[in-house]
């Protein structure tokens, strides 16, 4: 099912950002205004801006 707003990304094995596919693309922005969720375009340089977690490559020691 394709998404609505644009606010599903899911990571790539080499840890890309990859958005998933959105319904009717060209309304995209006019959704999201129409729901107050703001600009797709600020919303994606803010998801991309985050760093996906690898298991394995934590700086944090695991509880005992």
Not at 14 to 20: F, S
Request: glycine share 8%.
């Amino acid at each position: 099912k394709r998404q609505l707003f644009g606010t599903q990304f899911r990571f790539n094995r080499n840890g890309g950002l990859v958005l998933r596919p959105i319904r009717d693309p060209q309304h995209l922005q006019s959704r999201r205004a129409a729901y107050r969720l703001g600009s797709f375009r600020k919303y994606l340089a803010v998801a991309k801006s985050h760093k996906p977690f690898v298991p394995g490559r934590s700086k944090q020691k695991p509880q005992r």
